[in-house]
């Protein structure tokens, strides 16, 4: 009989090239030349590095970084494509953005050369290893990195590439991702920066509507670093500013909601859909007066734009999400206006899809003057074809979706023709 084989764990693949750097002349060049960088940010002349001897050089550049390690936490439900995704990006983005762009000091400098240069300077610094000549330039040099505040700026870098990463793969009625980070020894004398991902499952509370029982999901932020996992909260002031008592309430949202966003923001990519809650529902939270009085939430972009409006209830200490209004309803500012301006219904708009974000990008507004007159001219809505991370941005208009809402318009304002018979006798 064969005999049996073990079925070999699939690895987590990895970007591209080189992740383990040799220490060798090559690295070592390398490290001078960020150091020489870092120096310039800092306000230092980089010829003070030449008051070391090679071989106290050296030994500031002897602990090794790697790239940070993204794993998922023990013990935690993580699928591997986010481990994977999350990976990759950090990577990428300590690759290719700046630092300080004007000396061409990427992250990765940071990462790899500037941690450890910077932790060899304040271990020697502390423990005055140098002769009176070098230890002042030591002293001078941790002053300096100090006062830049160099290694919390890198490492708070890192930490905004996995919360961005992390915030497009939670989803408020499943789980909600977060992260731990610490520095690890690889193998001698390589240290690197390892990422946890760990999970949450979210939490629910029933609530009623309209005589209806429904369920709601806790909006959170995952853990991470030192903080705990963060329910969402909003200032019952913030809603109602003449409210005699303050109070926070949890933020909930509903599947329904989550549903009509999907529907109705039909432009965004479904991964950013989690930022967009995020942001309106828990950092900006931008509350604003719907038609009929009533405050809604407003739905913005990375960009600080609006592209709909949530409507929600509270029940106690709670405010529950109950769907998402788009911007082309009668029950918000903007759809209102729209409305009383193009003297349409909520039928019409539902009939020519103007409560899909899709209509500002099939529709060739150029070739129909009423509307881009009131929608373009007088609400300032052509912001919406360059929303944060759209999938249809650079697709050409629906010509067939054109002329069906040109024709739409052109029986409206055209007066209906009335057809006279003629008044004739037979014999």
């Given at each position: 009989?064969?005999?049996s ?6 690895q ?16 070592f060049?390398?490290?001078y ?21 090679k071989?106290?050089?050296q ?14 936490e023990?013990g ?47 271990e020697?610094c ?11 330039i ?10 830049q505040?160099?290694?919390?700026k ?21 789980r ?16 690197s ?8 499952k979210?939490r ?20 991470s670093l030192?903080e ?18 303050d ?12 549903h009509?966003?999907?529907?109705r923001i039909?432009t965004?990519?479904?991964?950013m ?50 769907t ?16 009383e301006?193009?003297?349409?219904t ?9 409560d ?16 881009k ?7 300032g809505?052509g ?42 006798t037979?014999?």
């Open positions: 009989m064969p005999k084989r073990k079925k070999a764990k699939k987590i693949p990895r970007l591209g090239g080189e992740w383990s750097i040799k220490m060798s002349k090559n690295y060049d390398q490290c030349a960020v150091v020489r960088k870092m120096l310039r940010h800092a306000g230092l002349d980089p010829g003070l590095l030449d008051g070391l001897t071989r106290q050089k030994d500031l550049c002897r602990f090794g970084m790697e790239y940070p390690r993204v794993r998922p023990p935690h439900s993580v699928p591997r494509q986010y481990v994977r995704y999350t990976q990759n990006t950090l990577v990428h983005q300590l690759n290719t953005r700046f630092f300080d762009e004007s000396l061409g000091l990427t992250h990765k400098d940071m990462c790899i050369y500037g941690l450890s240069f910077i932790y060899a300077v304040q020697t502390e423990k005055q290893t140098f002769p009176p000549p070098q230890h002042e030591i002293a001078r040099l941790d002053a300096a990195f100090t006062e505040d160099m290694v919390r890198t490492y708070m870098y890192i930490i905004g590439c996995i919360k961005q990463s992390l915030w497009l793969f939670s989803q408020p009625n499943f909600v991702y977060g992260f731990t980070m610490e520095v690890k020894a690889v193998h001698a004398p390589w240290m920066i390892c990422i946890s991902i760990v999970e949450h979210c629910t509370r029933h609530f009623s509507c309209h005589n209806e029982r429904h369920t709601g999901y806790l909006l959170a932020m995952g853990q030192g705990e996992y963060r329910p969402a909260t909003i200032s019952l002031k913030k809603i109602y500013p003449n409210a005699k008592r109070r926070q309430l949890n933020i909930y949202i509903q599947a329904h909601a989550i009509r966003f999907k529907e039909n965004v990519f479904p991964i859909r989690n930022q967009f809650f995020l942001i309106s529902l828990m950092l900006e939270q931008q509350v604003v007066q719907g038609a009929g009085g009533h405050p809604l939430i407003a739905c913005i972009t990375p960009n600080r734009e609006i592209i709909g409006y949530f409507a929600f209830t509270i029940e106690n200490d709670n405010l529950f999400v109950l998402l209004l788009p911007l082309l309803s009668p029950d918000v500012p903007e759809g209102s206006v729209c409305c301006r193009l003297n349409i909520t039928e019409d708009m539902k009939y020519l899809g103007m899909k974000l899709s209509f500002f990008y099939d529709v060739d507004f150029d070739r129909i003057p009423v509307l007159k009131v929608l373009i001219e007088e609400l809505l912001y919406i074809r360059n929303i944060y991370h759209s999938f249809k941005s650079d697709r050409d208009f629906d010509e067939k979706k054109t002329l069906f809402v040109k024709n739409f318009f052109r029986n409206l304002e055209e007066p209906p023709v009335e057809l006279t018979v003629p008044d004739e037979v014999e």
